[in-house]
């Protein structure tokens, strides 16, 4: 199909062309992820879930700090929180985000380092 890129994912129920309400969506996930601290949140969430306190001293932000972004990623519902006890545990939502969060790092660390591209 023209104007499709091909892609290769493990579900290929999700390949479709965009229309405006999806790129509209996504737009909004990266604008969330443009900022350092919530990268490093949801970066730190792919490895599991985590409370305020460990996601804090893991990013070396103030926990405050981490609260509110926190609190933006979860409005946007991109983490999800449950209570443990008197903890909040927070995680990430679904496995698109945490392969998003992933390539991200990646694609980065081959411009950081100059390792060469590969798919």
Same mark, same amino acid.
């Given at each position: 199909?023209?104007?499709?890129?091909?892609?290769?994912?493990?579900?290929?129920?999700?390949?479709?062309?965009?229309?405006?309400?999806?790129?509209?969506?996504?737009?909004?996930?990266?604008?969330? *992820? =443009?900022?350092?601290?919530?990268?490093? &949140?949801?970066?730190?969430?792919?490895? /599991?879930?985590?409370? +305020?306190? %460990? @996601?804090?001293?893991?990013?070396?932000?103030?926990?405050?700090?981490?609260?509110?972004? *926190? =609190?933006?990623?979860?409005?946007?519902? &991109?983490?999800?929180?449950?209570?443990? /006890?008197?903890?909040? +545990?927070? %995680? @990430?939502?679904?496995?698109?985000?945490?392969?998003?969060?992933?390539?991200?790092?990646?694609? =980065?660390?081959?411009?950081?380092?100059?390792?060469?591209?590969?798919?």
């Amino acid at each position: 199909m023209p104007g499709r890129p091909e892609l290769s994912t493990a579900n290929d129920a999700h390949q479709h062309t965009p229309g405006p309400r999806e790129l509209t969506a996504a737009a909004s996930v990266f604008a969330l *992820l =443009a900022d350092p601290t919530r990268l490093h &949140l949801l970066w730190l969430l792919t490895a /599991g879930e985590s409370d +305020v306190t %460990a @996601l804090a001293e893991a990013c070396g932000a103030a926990r405050p700090a981490v609260s509110q972004h *926190l =609190a933006k990623l979860r409005l946007a519902e &991109l983490v999800q929180s449950r209570k443990d /006890g008197r903890r909040v +545990v927070y %995680a @990430l939502t679904d496995g698109h985000l945490r392969r998003l969060v992933v390539e991200a790092i990646s694609h =980065a660390n081959h411009q950081v380092t100059g390792e060469p591209w590969h798919d």
